[in-house]
Every structure is written in C-alpha cells, then in structure tokens.
C-alpha cells in the first residue's frame, strides 16, 4: 500500500477496514470528524495499491462512503481553508473523479458528445469504482454508435463499488436491455443479467444471491480478480443489511466471511505490489494500535514502503 506524502499530518488511530462497511480498503483518521460515524479516511481502490489512495468521506446515515480529495493533500488544503474543521469552504481538485464528471457533463450541456467522452475517461482513469461515470461514458459511447465500448463500460457501472454507489435504475435497465455484441457475450454478468433483479431486503428469499456468486466465479475464470472481489464485497455489503434469519438462510456469517475476504486480499496484494511490499492490513495494523503514532507509523512506513 502506498502511502501519500504528509501522512504524519493526520492522526490514524484505527485499522484499515477488511470490509464490509466500510468496505476494504478504507482507512479512518480523525481530522474534520463530525462524530457518530462520519469522519474522513484514505481509499485505496483496489488494483491501486501501488498509487496514493484517495480521500473519502464516511456517511454513516446513509451507509455509503462518498469520494471527496483526489489525494490527501488537497484534503489538507480544505481543511486548513476551513479552519482547521469540517467546512462548506471548497478548493480546486483538478484531478478529482467527479471534477472530471463534472466536466464532461458540462460539455454534455453544450451537445458535445466525443469532448465529453474525453471527461468521463479522464473520470474513470482517475477513479474506476464509481458506476455514474461508468454510466456516463457507457450513454454517450451509445450516442455515438460504439457499441462495443458502450457494452464494456455499462458492465464496469454494474461491477462497481456499492458501498461508494449503487447502479442507478438506468444503468440496469441499459444493462438487462442490450444485446451482447459477439465479444461479450460468454462475460458473466452478460450470461446472467436479465436474471438479476437488483433488489435486496423485504424478501425471504432472493435468487440475487445465488446468480452474484455465479458472477464472481465466472469473473474469477476469465481473470478479473479486482472485480470479482468487488462483486464479492457487494454480496457481502447486500448480505450485511438483511436481517439474521435471512442471513442464517443462506448461511452467511460476517465474521467469516471477513477472515476468508482477507486472506483473499492478502493474496491479491502479494501480486499487485510484491511479496516484500505489502502489509496484511487489518491483522499487522491491529497490533499496532496500542503503540504510540509514533511508533504506529514508524512501523507501518516500514511495512509499506
């Protein structure tokens, strides 16, 4: 995992989450904290170990965490813009996600389709686990008749990360509704798509479940590791609001499903950044937390660098 620059300038008093909410990957610290579960964190998405992560923002009510820095320096920069707390203050991030989205929607306001297009890449290059820009770029690569492009993004809106975003209605029904060009159609969530409901609670029972786990296998057989980890954190993510009975049903337990996520990670990390560069997260961070900051970045400087 690679550490921003000015990492002792925030305090880091927790470990870097397994999963499931906040999902992995997500590391709290405590400056502009508002209290009762949201507070800001660094994210590292996955397959980007080996970059800065980015800094999100933990909203507890609405269970989700919502990109807000591209890196913790312009966090730093709001923050002190903002008196040193949580402020309505805003700084220039140009090489943030929804800066990105944000201008490709502009150039979408002025019927400039291929300039937007441009926008929304430079979006999904920056961050690739938010569906709306996944979303965005899938529309207009549809406008202008690139099926194949438009088929490719559509899935990576539906293979995203819900604890950051769940795919709008759009995005579904695009999806459910396409038909498969000759390179996509053995993917796994173009086989199984027009069987996925995407509704979750209120049900005893729900075949979602059951055809998520054949996607992740099959995403799993075609090499798509990071998504299919995606997926499975999704599933769990899904699983961790349904009630215990239903859990029980489809023999679900958080605690488990935790230890095995994270052997999986470990593994996947071992691959993006080296054996000899990489921390179990959560496991060797834990045993640090005793220690002083001092002493608890000293170390884990040494475990990441």
């Not at 489809?250 to 499903?257: H, I, K, P």
């Amino acid at each position: 995992m690679k550490l921003p620059e000015k990492i002792d300038e925030v305090s880091i008093n927790s470990e870097i989450e397994v999963g499931v909410y906040p999902p992995n990957g997500f590391l709290q610290f405590d400056e502009a904290s508002l209290g009762n579960g949201d507070y800001f964190g660094f994210y590292w998405e996955f397959g980007k170990e080996n970059q800065e992560p980015i800094i999100c923002e933990m909203i507890h009510d609405e269970g989700i965490i919502a990109p807000r820095f591209s890196n913790l320096g312009k966090f730093l920069e709001w923050y002190k813009l903002n008196d040193f707390d949580w402020g309505e203050e805003e700084v220039d991030d140009e090489k943030f996600v929804l800066n990105f989205l944000n201008k490709g929607n502009e150039q979408l306001k002025q019927n400039n389709p291929e300039k937007a297009i441009q926008f929304y890449k430079q979006s999904t290059d920056s961050f690739g686990e938010l569906s709306e820009n996944w979303f965005k770029l899938a529309s207009q690569q549809k406008r202008i008749g690139n099926e194949l492009e438009f088929q490719k993004n559509i899935i990576n809106s539906i293979l995203s990360n819900w604890a950051i975003e769940f795919p709008s209605q759009n995005a579904i029904r695009m999806i459910k509704a396409l038909n498969p060009v000759e390179e996509l159609k053995s993917h796994p969530l173009i086989k199984n798509r027009e069987k996925l409901e995407f509704s979750f609670g209120g049900k005893k029972e729900n075949e979602d479940y059951l055809i998520i786990t054949e996607i992740i296998a099959g995403l799993n057989d075609i090499g798509d590791v990071n998504r299919a980890l995606l997926m499975e954190q999704n599933y769990a993510l899904m699983m961790y609001w349904e009630t215990s009975s239903f859990q029980e049903r489809y023999n679900f337990n958080l605690d488990e499903w935790k230890k095995r996520f994270e052997l999986k990670t470990k593994e996947r990390l071992k691959i993006t950044l080296g054996n000899n560069t990489y921390t179990t997260m959560a496991a060797e961070v834990q045993k640090d937390k005793l220690e002083t900051k001092t002493n608890f970045w000293s170390k884990l400087k040494s475990m990441w660098s």
